[in-house]
């Protein structure tokens, strides 16, 4: 399987600060259709993981531009600028590229 | 808009089955993936399987294979999953989440499954 390890494990950030989580994939994301498969995900506490970027840098409908993802091959970025309250949460990157798809371990995104 | 409501918690013995559903709505059941994920308790994500309902075709992560079994029902726009042989190692909250065959955007409410005797 598709080791996906994303880094710091847990983050503190100020309210209006900017942070990033990386995530690297044990095997190059792309895809034989030549598409990157690698999406990010934040699950608020107590609720259900809520799509943020897909294949790697495109904001799904109604998220903030202060979220950006970047990156290629089997490195990958999440940069979050201005971070408010409901940015708090844990992080997950996921691939869906190779089978079975395969999430990151999380990171945890807290206040300062 | 997209809603996916997913059957409420269930506590199971050990050894017994359990099916959970995930009825859609604001969306074509038959034309989107209905994919399942597993999140043991303080633990991550780990992706199930998925099922296309307009054909019923699966796919299934080795690991739950004989684990779990994926259905849909086009009448009622429901998707389920059937966990057998149960142990505590499957307690987990169990998450339904509608998209493409490489990825998923909008997730069921989850249902929590306690196994224990």
């Known amino acids: 399987d598709v080791v996906m390890t994303q880094t710091p494990v847990s983050l503190s950030v100020s309210l209006g600060g900017q942070t990033s989580i990386s995530c690297r994939s044990s095997q190059s994301l792309v895809h034989s259709d030549g598409n990157t498969y690698l999406y990010w995900y934040l699950q608020k506490p107590g609720q259900s993981p809520q799509l943020l970027i897909y294949?790697?840098?495109n904001r799904f409908s109604g998220v903030p531009d202060r979220f950006s993802g970047s990156g290629s091959g089997t490195d990958f970025t999440l940069k979050i600028s201005r971070v408010e309250p409901e940015d708090l949460g844990v992080y997950y990157c996921?691939?869906?590229?190779?089978?079975?798809?395969?999430f990151g371990g999380g990171t945890k995104l807290e206040l300062k | 808009q997209v809603q996916l409501q997913q059957s409420g918690t269930e506590l199971v013995k050990p050894a017994s089955s359990v099916k959970i559903s995930c009825k859609a709505s604001g969306y074509t059941f038959t034309s989107n993936y209905m994919h399942w994920i597993r999140q043991q308790p303080g633990n991550g994500l780990e992706w199930i399987g998925w099922?296309?309902?307009?054909?019923?075709?699966?796919k299934y992560n080795q690991k739950f294979d004989g684990k779990a079994t994926l259905t849909a029902d086009k009448s009622s726009s429901t998707a389920y999953m059937q966990l057998s042989s149960l142990t505590s190692e499957d307690s987990a909250v169990y998450f339904c989440?509608?998209?493409?065959?490489?990825?998923?955007?909008?997730w069921g409410q989850g249902t929590l499954v306690t196994v224990s005797s």
């Open positions: 294949k790697v840098s």
């Open positions: 996921y691939q869906g590229t190779h089978y079975p798809p395969t």
């Open positions: 099922i296309y309902p307009g054909n019923g075709n699966t």
């Open positions: 989440a509608r998209g493409g065959i490489h990825w998923f955007a909008y």
